[in-house]
């Protein structure tokens, strides 16, 4: 069995091979699976309940801002993807069309959705007439499709769910400030939720989204220092409302263009929990957004009076946490590796001398830290029982209000160390460079994100991704809004610069 049990959870080691690393703990935590078209996966009942967790949160946050969900159509027009020049050209090479419908070829070929922005114009066009009609916030989830070459599951899928915020407003300044809020809204997601430590900011002209004015990004950096771009928000002026023709008459009466932003966030977070968070024994999940907070592992389960004492005090953590007893008859050894690997953030082991003794181990998936627990008032005998085998009195000894709080402190907690490390991750593997060359010393023996000024020159931009594999993750500071760094030069070309920049490898 022990065998046995090495070779079911056994992964690579994420400093060896931090690829195949990966797709164990997918695969081993039963996260999703493959399918048999290339490209698309299987989301499984445990990787989907992470999700689930996900948009559960999001949606609150979305409809506390006053934002409303709805559902686009699956299928575009070619037509319609046509009318946004720009738009389109920036999604054609991932495009799949269907130009068949039963045995009919059809007259116009329709194109799967890589994203809605047309589909929620054309239908803002219809709807809004007048400033009484403005703001329009909406929200959708739901799945695109894009016909990536290379795929991995969750980072890169041919189809994958996603959010996307779709909002129209009066004014520039009001879709500006949405812009800016649902980016911050993202950053605050990623911190107090995923315990991801991100580095927010704006993409350059060659990141940015296909028909944007303007695009911001959160940024997160994985264990191996590659970054993977998190969630995005797009300011688009008037762009896609004169393409569309999307007017409203103010209160003057005058004919004016709506304003528009989009935002939007996709199944690759988990992707990125997977790799900011996990170790070489699986899957590490922060307290808020694991499925499971709670595992309960009898380790006498043959002992009645044990699990009669485990059922009690997962009924009562069930009214505060997500908990689950597994009494099967599988080896404990067995069960902490499983829920290990599924990365549940608390076990808590109860065996016979934990309960003569009225307390329960607490183990922290995160750093393994054990903590002994007392569950049992026992100052002395009640009514001359024996207080060491009496399952009932013991039960109803039992302070539930402390052991709830104690409980709490402890996932907060955790919750709180995963999110340090994150930070500490984070700021550890940022590194500031004045040049090229001192850029690719530091690549030699380390990982991570560069902060070099740049001069705004695409072909420098090109350059830096041709000599050290690069790319600009997002702007830090315009040199018109700070003083201190006005008069640095470009780490590329050593030309005045205009930007600070991150650079890094990304997935």
């Known amino acids: 069995m022990k065998d046995n049990m090495k070779n079911v959870f056994k992964i690579a080691d994420m400093d060896v091979d931090f690829s195949q690393w990966y797709t164990d703990v997918v695969k081993k935590a039963e996260l999703a699976d493959y399918s048999s078209i290339k490209g698309c996966m299987i989301i499984r009942p445990y990787g989907y309940a992470i ?13 506390m801002t006053g934002h409303e969900n709805v559902y686009m159509p699956l ?18 090479p991932e495009v799949a069309w269907v130009t068949r419908g039963g045995n009919e070829e059809l007259s116009q070929k329709l194109c799967v959705r890589p994203t809605s922005e047309t589909l929620f114009c054309e239908h803002y066009a219809n709807i809004i007439k007048s400033y009484r009609d403005l703001p329009k916030l909406y929200n959708q989830w739901c799945s695109v499709v894009r016909w ?13 769910l996603w959010q996307e915020g779709h909002t129209a407003h009066a004014t520039r300044d009001e879709a500006l ?42 940024e997160a950096l994985m264990h191996d220092g590659q970054a993977l771009q998190a969630a995005t ?37 988990i992707g990125a929990v997977i790799m900011v968070h996990g170790d070489n024994n699986g899957l590490v ?7 499971i907070q709670i595992i309960i592992i009898p380790i006498s389960s043959q002992r009645p009076e044990i699990i009669k004492y485990a059922e009690k005090i997962k009924n009562s953590l069930t009214t505060k946490f997500r908990v689950k007893l597994d009494d099967s008859d599988k080896s404990p050894g067995w069960k902490f590796s499983e829920y290990e690997m ?15 003794k009225g307390i329960v181990t607490l183990v922290c998936r995160h750093n393994h830290k054990k903590i002994s ?6 100052d002395h005998d009640v009514n001359n029982h024996d207080v060491n085998n009496d399952v009932d009195l013991k039960i109803n000894q039992m302070n539930l209000e402390k052991v709830l709080r104690e409980i709490s402190d402890v996932l907060d907690n955790i919750q709180d160390e995963m999110l340090n490390k994150s930070k500490e991750h984070l700021d550890s593997h940022i590194f500031e460079c004045d040049n090229i060359d001192q850029t690719k010393e530091i690549l030699e023996k380390n990982s991570g994100i560069i902060k070099g000024m740049w001069c705004g020159e695409k072909s420098c931009e090109e350059k830096v991704k041709s000599e050290i594999n690069m790319s600009s993750r997002c702007i830090l500071e315009s040199l018109e809004r700070d003083e201190e760094i006005k008069n640095k030069n470009c780490f590329c070309c050593g030309h005045r610069a205009k930007h600070m920049v991150c650079w890094g490898r990304a997935y």
């Open 177 to 218: 400030c949405e812009t800016g809020n649902m980016l911050e809204l993202y950053a605050k997601f990623f911190e107090d939720f995923l315990a991801i430590a991100v580095i927010k900011g704006e993409k350059t002209e060659k990141e940015k989204f296909a028909g944007a004015i303007s695009t911001y990004s959160i």
């Open 342 to 356: 599924r990365g549940v953030p608390l076990r808590i082991e109860i065996g016979p001398r934990d309960f003569e």
């Open 233 to 269: 928000s797009h300011y688009f002026g008037e762009n896609f409302a004169k393409v569309f023709n999307i007017q409203y008459l103010d209160q003057s009466n005058r004919l004016k263009y709506v304003h528009q932003t989009s935002w939007g966030l996709t199944t690759r977070l």
């Open 51 to 63: 999700w689930e967790m996900i948009v559960h949160e999001l949606d609150l946050s979305f409809k």
């Open 373 to 378: 627990l007392s569950v049992v008032d026992i």
């Open 148 to 160: 990536e070459k290379t795929t991995r599951p969750f980072l890169r899928s041919r189809e994958f």
């Open 75 to 92: 299928f575009i027009s070619e037509d319609l993807l046509q009318k946004e020049k720009d738009h389109i050209d920036g999604f054609a």
């Open 285 to 291: 999940l922060p307290p808020r957004l694991a499925p």
